[in-house]
T-cell receptor, first 114, second 115 residues
Framework: GAGVSQSPSNKVTEKGKDVELRCDPISGHTALYWYRQSLGQGLEFLIYFQGNSAPDKSGLPSDRFSAERTGGSVSTLTIQRTQQEDSAVYLC????????????FGQGTRLTVV | AQSVAQPEDQVNVAEGNPLTVKCTYSVSGNPYLFWYVQYPNRGLQFLLKYITGDNLVKGSYGFEAEFNKSQTSFHLKKPSALVSDSALYFCAVRGRGAGSYQLTFGKGTKLSVIP
């Protein structure tokens, strides 16, 4: 596709349930990022994938959060046993390899835990 | 560790007046610097970036930014604001070096352009 695609755009879940958020990056982009944006806050880095290298998981806030990237393309962010504080917009971005390259963002998934 | 500060949560400017959105950064070595804009219920859109060379960088929609190494700043500017420029603006930094990739964002500045 022309841009980064995220699904679903909105997700309402009950506290304690597991959720999966999907990101389809721009074709050919080897780098993929997940960020979290809470109301009134900036972007919080969660995880980074680059090609076949081991992902940088240093931003994941707890072991309830995990992410994988299959075949170097689509990525899934999984949140287990969701809590109300997980409510936020989850943004995915992709870029070509290189330090000076900009990242292109998807529209985000708005997660609401009730 | 790298960091970005956007000291103003909100900036108000009259339509037609020049605007400035401030950003300062902290990073080891020379930085790559980026500005993004976010419209309501939308993802972030890339505006411009500084890599090297001319300290004044021009980007989309008439925006420009000035890199000042001594002040570790990268302020976003536009000579004449439009109502449609009203949005949330984010500054981001990435360090240079082997394995550098993490984009660190500021908390954002809400720009309101008043008709």
């Amino acid at each position: 596709g022309a841009g980064v695609s995220q699904s679903p755009s909105n997700k309402v879940t009950e506290k304690g349930k597991d959720v999966e958020l999907r990101c389809d990056p721009i074709s050919g982009h080897t780098a993929l990022y997940w960020y979290r944006q809470s109301l009134g806050q900036g972007l919080e880095f969660l995880i980074y994938f680059q090609g076949n290298s081991a992902p940088d998981k240093s931003g994941l806030p707890s072991d309830r959060f995990s992410a994988e990237r299959t075949g170097g393309s689509v990525s899934t962010l999984t949140i287990q046993r969701t809590q109300q504080e997980d409510s936020a917009v989850y943004l995915c971005a992709s870029s070509t390899r290189g330090e000076n390259t900009e990242a292109f963002f998807g529209q985000g998934t708005r997660l609401t835990v009730v | 560790a790298q960091s970005v500060a956007q000291p103003e949560d909100q900036v108000n400017v009259a339509e037609g007046n020049p605007l400035t959105v401030k950003c300062t950064y902290s990073v080891s070595g020379n930085p790559y610097l980026f500005w993004y804009v976010q419209y309501p219920n939308r993802g972030l859109q890339f505006l411009l970036k500084y890599i090297t060379g001319d300290n004044l960088v021009k980007g989309s929609y008439g925006f420009e930014a000035e890199f000042n190494k001594s002040q570790t700043s990268f302020h976003l500017k536009k000579p004449s604001a439009l109502v449609s420029d009203s949005a949330l603006y984010f500054c981001a930094v990435r360090g240079r070096g082997a394995g550098s990739y993490q984009l660190t964002f500021g908390k954002g500045t809400k720009l309101s352009v008043i008709p």
